[in-house]
Each structure stands twice: as C-alpha cells, then as structure tokens.
C-alpha cells in the first residue's frame, strides 16, 4: 500500500504540479486549497504526511499545522 500524502496550498499550479510529481513517484495524494478542506479530507482519510503551505489565504498555515498536531497526530 502506497503512503498517503496531502498537499495544502491555495495556489491551484502549485498544489497540482505537487500532486503529479508525486503520484508519478507512487504517491497516493489528495489535495486542498484552504484550512477547511485539508482539517475535512484528514478526517475522512488520514495522511502519513501532509506538505503544508504556511502562508494560506484563508488562515495562517501555522495555525493550521498547530490543528492537525493536535487533531491528527
């Protein structure tokens, strides 16, 4: 089984050219674009890492590293 890699971050080039590259490499990967999304995708499948993008739109990303600390060890 592949290990489950999240990719946050709002700008849309970034987060995709992440996605493929990845999943070229094996990956199984999900995506989100703001906190909302990536605490909703943790919960429905948790991720072995998750590449975080620290200056979200919608929230500081440090805020959100703090949540899943907690929510998602």
């Known amino acids: 089984m592949s290990q489950h890699i999240l990719v946050v971050d709002d700008e849309t080039q970034i987060r995709e ?8 490499q094996g990956f199984k990967v ?3 674009a703001t906190s909302q ?5 943790l919960k ?3 991720a072995d ?3 975080l993008d620290i200056g979200l739109a919608d ?3 440090l805020k959100l ?7 998602h060890p």
């Not at 050219?17 to 070229?24: E, F, N, P, R």
């Not at 590293?65 to 929510?71: G, S």
């Open 30 to 32: 999900s995506s989100a």
């Open 59 to 61: 929230e500081d990303g």
């Open 44 to 46: 429905q499948d948790p």
């Open 17 to 24: 050219l992440l996605s493929v590259y990845l999943i070229k």
């Open 37 to 41: 999304e990536t605490l909703t995708l």
């Open 65 to 71: 590293l703090a949540d899943i600390k907690k929510n």
């Open 49 to 51: 890492l998750v590449v």
